[in-house]
């Protein structure tokens, strides 16, 4: 299957932040790729929920990727 992978910021902290883009994106995408290793206990996912509730309607990938000092 080929598809199109759009990297979406999710601002500073604020849904209300979130750019017109990433809301349109994240709205017409099915699948959701998100870091962590559990998607809905994620600070990007609730930042994300609060501009665009559906997110929560869509297929959710976690993207595990550690935050460590390197």
Do not use: C, H, W
């Amino acid at each position: 299957m080929k598809g199109i992978a759009y990297g979406v910021g999710v601002g500073p902290g604020d849904p209300e932040l979130v750019t017109l883009k990433a809301v349109r994106l994240i709205r017409e995408n099915g699948v959701i790729a998100v870091p962590g290793k559990d998607p809905k206990d994620t600070v990007a996912y609730r930042i994300a929920s609060g501009a665009v509730p559906q997110i929560a309607e869509k297929e959710l990938v976690p993207i595990y990727m550690p935050m460590v000092r390197d």
